[in-house]
Structures are given as structure tokens and as C-alpha cells.
């Protein structure tokens, strides 16, 4: 009963939203987030009757973030080609 707890914690619920702290090099993850269900700042470690798994949002965030890269890449394929002939007119006499 005790490891289902731990299974079912806020950290790894679909409805927690983490906050994070501004460190020296790199933002730094908080013990508290936000609970999108209950609408109230929540610890990492806690749970609550809303719990849900966070796996569905994290597979549609990776195809998300999938696509937006996709299209950065097209956007700086077109930005290369751009400068690229740019160069070739200042190139010529």
C-alpha cells in the first residue's frame, strides 16, 4: 500500500505542474507545483483523490514538440538557402 502511494504522488500526476527556481546556471526543480485540478500549490511528495497519469500528456508534448522542431528546421533550411544565395550575388562582379 505504502509503494502505491509513492506511484500515485503529485510528481508524477498529469495535473502537477512544477514550479522551478532560477540557480546560477540552470533553473532548478522546486518541491512545489501547481495543481491544475484542485487549483492550489501542492508539495512534490503529496497526493490527492485527482490524481491521474501524467504518461498520455507527456506522449502528445513529444509529438508536439516533435512537429515544432520539424518546422524550426524548415524555417532555418529556408534561412540557409536565403543567405547562401545572398553570398553568391556579392560573389559576382
Request: charged residues 35%; glycine residues 6%; aromatic residues 10%.
Amino acid at each position: 500500500m505504502e509503494e502505491e502511494g509513492k506511484n500515485k504522488s503529485c510528481a508524477r500526476c498529469g495535473n502537477f505542474q512544477r514550479y522551478y527556481i532560477k540557480g546560477l546556471r540552470r533553473f532548478e526543480k522546486s518541491e512545489y507545483g501547481y495543481c491544475k485540478q484542485s487549483r492550489q500549490i501542492v508539495c512534490r511528495e503529496g497526493s490527492c483523490e485527482f490524481w491521474k497519469s501524467a504518461a498520455k500528456g507527456r506522449a502528445v508534448s513529444k509529438r508536439a514538440a516533435s512537429r515544432a522542431l520539424s518546422e524550426i528546421f524548415s524555417d532555418i533550411s529556408a534561412l540557409r538557402q536565403i543567405f547562401e544565395e545572398e553570398s553568391e550575388k556579392e560573389r559576382l562582379p
